[in-house]
């Protein structure tokens, strides 16, 4: 089984940058895609960004040219760039990997990021 971990999580206030990371460990053979998802309170959880095995990304509209996502196949992580972070970015993020057979995700728990003044 795949476990992943998430970081970087906090209080910023607008206008700030944040970095989360997911590491992941466990029961790995090959990962496929990797990304992260957010959701706030009262609303659905929405994708945010995504990046294959071969380093091809995508952002949604209303974070591109502010978030960037990343990842290290060495070590197994994906990185989520924030700047100019918005009170409505707000909500708990979660980074998810596939496997690149069978497409079946694997989520972490969850950090929570807070833009506030």
């Known amino acids: 089984q795949v476990q992943l971990v998430e970081s970087g999580g906090g209080l910023v206030r607008p206008g700030g940058s944040l970095r989360l990371s997911c590491a992941t460990s466990g029961n790995i053979f090959k990962i496929g895609d990797m990304g992260w998802y957010r959701q706030a309170p009262g609303k659905e959880r929405e994708l945010v960004a995504t990046v294959t095995s071969g380093g091809s990304i995508n952002c949604v509209d209303y974070v591109k040219g502010r978030f960037t996502i990343s990842r290290d196949n060495a070590k197994n992580t994906v990185y989520l760039q924030m700047n100019s972070l918005k009170p409505e970015d707000t909500a708990v993020y979660y980074c998810?990997?596939?496997?690149?057979?069978?497409?079946?995700?694997?989520w972490g728990q969850g950090t929570q990021v807070t833009v506030s003044s």
């Open positions: 998810y990997a596939t496997g690149y057979w069978s497409g079946t995700y694997s």
